[in-house]
């Protein structure tokens, strides 16, 4: 059901969806009494106008580092930001995220760190059983490969020890989806997600670090 340029996942939890042109990611608003906790803030300025509008106090989860998730951050306020190592080398604010996190014990919401192949640091939101937010980190990342005549070749992978430690984490999550970004449909059930990522560690020539997909 869309309302206001939103689309609800259920009464409490709502997305403005990315889009391609600016290049922005999925904004995720998640509303208690007291907060509104946003995973990831976009680049376009329908997100940052969307983020200035809130009058609760502001919490904002970075998943990664990347422009189309970070970019209105320094055009937004809010009360606390979280997010990996990395991230916060690049946006230069924030508590960096070391384990798992406890943000709002009644849902509860909790934050971990997500072993990722896509970007350094990647952090996932487990909103009660229902919900793990995983912005981009289940993707894989364009990596350059030399050519023989020099020069290079970007092919998408997956580092395969990376994705065999984030199958293993999936696993262990206590939710029924997952919520990916940059997808029509963003929300995609668990067991289905693992079986795919399960496919690709399957076809790993064990000789190389990377799956080439």
Aim: charged content about 25%.
């Amino acid at each position: 059901m869309w309302r206001d340029g939103l689309k609800y996942l259920n009464d409490w939890i709502v997305y403005l969806p990315a889009t391609s042109g600016p290049l922005s990611a999925d904004v995720f608003f998640m509303e208690t009494d007291r907060t509104i906790f946003i995973y990831d803030v976009g680049s376009c300025a329908a997100a940052r106008e969307r983020i200035e509008g809130i009058k609760k106090e502001k919490i904002v989860v970075l998943s990664h580092f990347h422009a189309d998730h970070t970019d209105n951050l320094a055009k937004i306020t809010f009360q606390e930001l979280y997010a990996g190592k990395e991230t916060i080398k690049h946006v230069g604010v924030g508590r960096q995220v070391l384990g798992e996190t406890l943000l709002e014990p009644d849902i509860p919401i909790r934050l971990i760190l997500l072993p990722s192949s896509h970007a350094k640091g990647c952090v996932a939101l487990c909103c009660g059983k229902e919900y793990a937010f995983c912005g981009d980190g289940l993707y894989a990342a364009g990596k350059r490969f030399p050519e023989e005549k020099g020069g290079y070749t970007v092919k998408t992978v997956y580092n395969a020890q990376k994705l065999k430690e984030m199958i293993r984490m999936l696993k262990e999550l206590d939710v029924k989806y997952f919520v990916l970004s940059h997808e029509e449909y963003p929300v995609r059930p668990k067991e289905e997600v693992i079986r795919s990522l399960e496919l690709i560690y399957q076809a790993w020539g064990k000789d190389d670090p990377y799956i080439i997909i």
